[in-house]
């Protein structure tokens, strides 16, 4: 089973964001990523890279590292990416072929975004998919009548559009006693 861990840098931690649900998220991937490095299984983590220089994910930018509390280490696969979907344009897919990887769990940020359409490409594809609800977090949006919806509706939506169609849903508790 791989770990995907999705888009955790730094540029999420900047202000025009703005309001965000889960802040425990990040505690909760760390807890995942050291349960996989004990067990000796394989961890993916994905970096978003924008080819613009004022984004805040650009390689020249601090917003492009991955924060500590998920930092790669030495023999975890990093595969970056320029696009919403991890798969796209990447060699995911085939690392996760040539590593018989089956089924995968995805945790990162943000839910309605990259963790929603990596998470919508791994069923498609044909993984087993678990997403990790609060190992993953959304940040509040306007929609096209410039209508808010806050961060914790935002997410929750997100989940349900992905719940029993494209992965499983499970909590970091619940991950935790199913892999223990």
Known sequence: MGLIIVDVQKAFDDNKWGERNNLNAEENMSKIL???????????????????????????????????????????????????????????????KSNELKSVVIVGLTTPHCVSTTTRMSGNLGFNTYLISDATAAFALKDHHNNC?????????????????????????QLIKAIK
């Open 34 to 96: 050291t349960i996989w490095r004990k067990k000796g299984w394989q961890v993916i983590h994905i970096q978003h890279k924008s080819d613009q220089p004022h984004s805040l994910f650009h390689p020249a930018n601090e917003g492009f590292s991955i924060k500590e509390c998920v930092e790669p280490i030495s023999g975890e696969e990093v595969i970056t990416k320029k696009v919403n979907s991890s798969f796209i344009g990447t060699n995911l897919e085939s690392f996760l």
């Open 149 to 173: 919806y806050d961060a914790e509706t935002i997410h929750n939506i997100s989940l349900a559009t992905l719940n029993e169609e494209f992965a499983t849903i499970l909590t970091t508790e």
